[in-house]
């Protein structure tokens, strides 16, 4: 797998939310390797796939963060020196219960704040997202005004909003982090560049949007060293947001194209075969200007080491390649599979 640039610091005990998740499976990996102290608190029915191989190395505490009691019990007993929060809900269109999507991700990270501010730790580290800026025709400032265009994007604004009051007021070491569009191993097997592999693999292309349709896609590992960067130095950077995102925006025509080309896919692009989406735009990039500035952080991947290390991620991981390939293709199990056409 391509790495990101090494942020290596003495090892700390850290809290982990959203652990189960995409972001955050990698990132507990990274902190293991790093010789941290690693703890995840898990909502009851959390899904353990992504955390095979490490689940026995991760001390796991079950608690929904709505419920203010349990989660300031969980830190209480912890003592985290680091709290990385990455729990949310409503990224996915599945995830559409508004009173659902506020108490997770705005009264849940309410409660996780007002339970760090009275234990105390060194750094928090809030995920935002780059919906908070909405449609934009340029490559959005953290200053400038958020303009939300889903309930997910409002709850995430509402979160950020908080953590800065809360930075603010108690001059505590808490800062947000805006992803842009992450990918790479563990991303939810139906989103678009897992897609794409799964069926280039089979020397074919899925359905296809508007190819105009842009997003700046960051490799995992990248945005991985963003919250190690951003933990250690919380304290001196109290209330910063940052985008992390690479400055470089990608059409889904270039995207489709170097699938192609990275695995010798025949098949041809049928464009507009999938509809679009409610938050499919024509420009979508990120200034990433502060983070460098200020953090020192930079993307070291560019797409097509990426997207190959991906592929390679698949390929040599084969009970994850059939989970893949069983979530967009419910059928497949009970099919013979297809002909892989594709060549390395």
């Not at 009264?107 to 007002?114: F, K, W």
Request: glycine share 10%; charged share 25%.
């Amino acid at each position: 797998m391509t790495g990101a640039g090494e942020t290596r610091v003495t090892p700390r005990t850290v809290l982990l939310t959203g652990g189960t998740g995409f972001i955050g499976a990698n990132l507990a990996r990274r902190l293991l390797r790093d010789g941290h102290s690693v703890h995840l608190l898990v909502r009851p029915g959390h899904a353990p796939w992504r955390l095979r191989g490490v689940r026995r190395h991760l001390a796991l505490h079950t608690a929904d963060l709505a419920d203010g009691e349990r989660v300031a019990a969980a830190v209480r007993r912890i003592r985290p020196e680091w709290v990385l929060h990455l729990a949310a809900y409503g990224a996915y269109p599945e995830q559409n219960e508004i009173a659902r999507i506020f108490r997770d991700n705005v009264a849940g990270t309410a409660n996780l704040v007002d339970a760090c501010l009275r234990t105390g730790c060194e750094a928090l580290v809030n995920t935002g997202s780059s919906s908070e800026y909405g449609f934009a025709d340029h490559a959005p400032r953290e200053d400038e005004p958020p303009a939300p265009n889903s309930y997910y994007a409002v709850s995430k604004v509402a979160a950020t909003m908080l953590c800065l009051r809360a930075a603010r007021a108690h001059r505590a070491p808490i800062v947000t982090l805006r992803p842009y569009s992450v990918y790479g191993p563990f991303e939810q097997p139906t989103r678009l560049i897992p897609t794409v592999i799964m069926r280039g693999l089979e020397g074919a292309l899925p359905p296809l949007v508007d190819p105009r349709t842009a997003r700046d896609f960051v490799f995992v590992d990248d945005v991985v060293d963003a919250y190690l960067r951003a933990a250690g130095q919380a304290g001196r950077r109290a209330g910063a947001v940052y985008n992390v995102g690479t400055g470089v925006q990608t059409r889904i025509a270039e995207l489709v194209e170097l699938a192609r080309d990275v695995l010798r896919i025949a098949d041809r692009p049928r464009w507009g075969s999938m509809p679009g989406r409610g938050w499919d735009t024509r420009t979508w990039v990120a200034d990433p200007g502060l983070i460098r500035e200020q953090l020192g952080w930079r993307p070291l991947t560019s797409l097509r080491e990426g997207f190959g290390a991906t592929v390679d991620w698949l390929r040599s991981n084969p009970p994850l390649l059939r989970l893949y390939r069983e979530a967009i293709d419910p059928g497949s199990r009970a099919r013979p599979r297809a002909t892989n056409r594709a060549r390395a």
